[in-house]
């Protein structure tokens, strides 16, 4: 069975940092790309989350929503199966529910965490 679980959300003040980890088991994480996603409040439900990073699995640069370049770090350790986010200079505007997706680049599919709730506040 698919987990993924997300830890290190909370409430931080703007120009604060978080810590954001996502630990994952039932599938060969080495074989999927890893991504944190995120979605603002108030936001309508079925609006698509929105990219925060990405680091595939085959070691390519990881990719960055413009809106967090230089501040955000994504990494991960395929032998333990996590992938992190460390989030630096935080603004109000980076409050959301932060989420970790696990995607198969053979068939697509998607697998993704609870979420983790990030407040920042000014």
């Known amino acids: 069975q698919v987990q993924l679980v997300e830890s290190g959300g909370g409430l931080a003040q703007a120009g604060g940092s978080l810590r954001l980890s996502c630990v994952a088991s039932?599938?060969?994480?080495?074989?999927?790309?890893m991504g944190w996603f995120r979605q603002a409040p108030g936001e309508a439900p079925g609006l698509e989350r929105e990219?925060?990073?990405?680091?595939?699995?085959?070691?390519?640069?990881?990719t960055y929503a413009d809106s967090v370049k230089g501040r955000f770090t994504i990494s991960r350790d395929n032998a333990k199966g996590t992938v992190h986010l460390q989030m630096d200079s935080l603004k109000p505007e980076d409050t959301a529910v932060y989420y970790c997706?696990?995607?198969?680049?053979?068939?697509?599919?998607?697998?993704w965490g609870q979420g983790t709730q990030v407040t920042v506040s000014s």
């Open positions: 039932g599938f060969t994480f080495a074989q999927y790309t």
């Open positions: 990219l925060v990073a990405q680091a595939s699995w085959a070691g390519d640069a990881p």
């Open positions: 997706k696990a995607t198969s680049p053979i068939s697509g599919t998607p697998y």
